[in-house]
């Protein structure tokens, strides 16, 4: 961009950077700002190299966080410059500082299609970039057509089409019925069958949107797919600069597994045992590695590869080789892993035929659950809460009470909620609670309110009466009294309430809510 030979733009730059505080590069742009407000009114005074300065002076403004409200006019006007140093300023610099929405866009409109349209490949590009970034209904109507026809022209470069893709996709995003379906089913099947990787990626994403909205639409591009998987994964002419720390373009194979996912089923057999054979070698190629790069691309590709095995409902050997390595995954070192493992473990309880197998896992997990990092350990309840049954509901609840009294409050109320629903949903099996006496209280504030309670509510989950009661609590003024009433409860654990026998898993499950929001107050450990 030559901004070094730009002394104005140079010393600007310096003179904020030498700042000592905030207060002094407010002054020094503000001065910076009003000059020039003031070279722009004399806009027919102004060189093209002048202008050019200006607009990166705004520019350079906006991005250290300062409204830049005047000269889009003269920004936008570079556009329709005639040579490229005016031009590449016009279109950057409107880009970052207009929206869709700005009123002075229209005015560009026919000198963008006349770049699109033209012989110029850097004229092209500049204006697809555009476009791609800020362009919106308007912009739709009357460029669509033109783009179009550059993504499926077999005169233009690659480096053309890869923008006129992206560039579709912002408008089809903005303007679903740019895309006439019954005519681009087949211009897509074709599309898929591009060999420049770089033209394919870009592609792609504009085939993983379109199908997302229209499935149907696009069968016959399916087994072009998995001819990509296949050629992805088996390596097979794929240039040395798509190639990520040994993996074929991670990108382009991530982006495919994710069409695929859109399609209800896979009938073709063909088709579909050629897909399992990519993703048996994904899963079985895939460990975890020291080097941080490459580890991030290869689980990318494999965690999307676990989701089309779900999504597929392949047999349950596949689906225990995939239980299997996410419970490697949630045992390393690594955060990220370790919590997209525990991530996608949750998915994988959708499936009934791995649930035992999942359940094989239920230590490891529990000790993440005690994880330094918050979100891992949100992970680790949300999958100990599915994974609970009749056969570990005993150890699961005993596990989250005793988590309970190390939790922060930021996880409490959930930890409390979702030991109240396992607590209330395996009722009877509450007899293995074996609680401190002050945990294991009958949910109420008096033993007159509980009656009222019960009338009122019947059965009502655990959980809402533990709010209701708790809010009486609440309403006592002092803690040695809210503590009294807590122990009140309490002391309704060991009396049990006449008449009242079907309510017990009631007051069970609410004696864990309760407890769990209370358990400071009443030195339950």
């Not at 700042?19 to 700002?33: A, G, I, P, W």
């Not at 998987?229 to 991670?250: C, F, H, K, M, V």
Request: hydrophobic fraction near 40%; charged fraction near 25%; aromatic fraction near 8%.
């Amino acid at each position: 961009m030559a901004l070094s030979g730009m002394r104005g733009l140079s010393v600007f730059i310096s003179d904020v950077r030498n700042c000592h505080n905030k207060e002094q590069e407010r002054l020094r742009v503000d001065k910076e700002l009003g000059n020039i407000r003031t070279r722009f009114k004399n806009e027919k005074g102004l060189s093209p190299y002048e202008k050019k300065k200006y607009v990166w002076k705004m520019l350079y403004i906006y991005m250290l966080g300062y409204d830049v409200d005047f000269g889009h006019m003269e920004t936008v006007s570079l556009i329709s410059a005639p040579k490229y140093p005016e031009k590449q300023v016009g279109y950057i610099v409107t880009s970052c500082l207009l929206n869709e929405n700005n009123d002075f866009l229209r005015m560009v409109i026919n000198t963008v299609r006349n770049d699109i349209i033209g012989r110029n490949e850097t004229f092209q590009c500049l204006a697809l970039t555009m476009v791609g970034n800020i362009g919106g209904k308007e912009f739709s109507e009357s460029l669509a057509p033109d783009v179009q026809k550059l993504l499926i022209s077999s005169s233009c470069r690659p480096v053309v089409r890869k923008k006129a893709a992206l560039c579709l996709l912002r408008l089809y995003r903005k303007n679903p019925d740019v895309v006439n379906i019954d005519g681009w089913a087949d211009r897509m099947a074709q599309l898929l069958d591009e060999r420049d990787l770089g033209v394919l990626t870009s592609v792609m994403s504009l085939f993983v949107s379109l199908v997302s909205n229209n499935s149907e639409a696009y069968w016959n591009c399916l087994p072009k797919c998995v001819r990509i998987l296949e050629r992805l994964a088996r390596n097979q002419d794929i240039p040395q600069e798509y190639t990520y720390y040994g993996i074929p373009s991670p990108w382009l194979q991530v982006k495919t597994m994710r069409a695929l996912q859109y399609f209800p089923t896979i009938e073709d057999p063909n088709a579909r045992r050629a897909l399992f054979e990519v993703l048996q070698r994904i899963l079985m190629g895939t460990d975890v590695v020291k080097n941080v790069n490459k580890n991030n691309a290869s689980h990318a590709v494999l965690f999307e590869a676990l989701a089309l095995v779900m999504h597929l409902d392949a047999e349950k050997e596949m689906m225990s080789q995939c239980v299997a390595l996410l419970g490697k995954f949630i045992a390393v070192r690594e955060p990220n892993i370790r919590y997209l493992g525990l991530e996608n473990m949750t998915r994988m309880l959708l499936v009934t035929d791995v649930q035992d197998i999942i359940r094989r896992h239920q230590a490891q997990i529990i000790t993440s659950l005690k994880d330094p990092d918050i979100s891992i350990r949100r992970r680790a309840l949300d999958l100990l809460y599915g994974m609970c049954d009749v056969t570990n509901a005993k150890e699961i609840v005993e596990e989250l009470l005793q988590y309970l009294d190390t939790a922060e409050f930021a996880m409490r109320e959930e930890l409390s909620l979702k030991a109240a629903i396992l607590a209330e949903k395996f009722a009877p099996q509450l007899l293995w609670v074996r609680l401190p006496p002050c945990l294991a209280l009958a949910c109420k504030a008096s033993a007159e309110a509980w009656g009222v309670l019960g009338s009122s509510v019947g059965r009502s989950r655990g959980y809402t009466w533990g709010k209701l009661s708790m809010g009486m609590a609440e309403r006592k003024a002092g803690s040695q009294r809210h503590a009294d009433s807590l122990s009140q409860a309490v002391a309704c654990r060991e009396k049990g309430v006449a008449g009242r026998e079907e309510s017990c898993g009631e007051r069970e499950s609410c004696a864990l809510w309760v407890a769990c929001e209370h358990s400071k107050i009443l030195n339950l450990y």
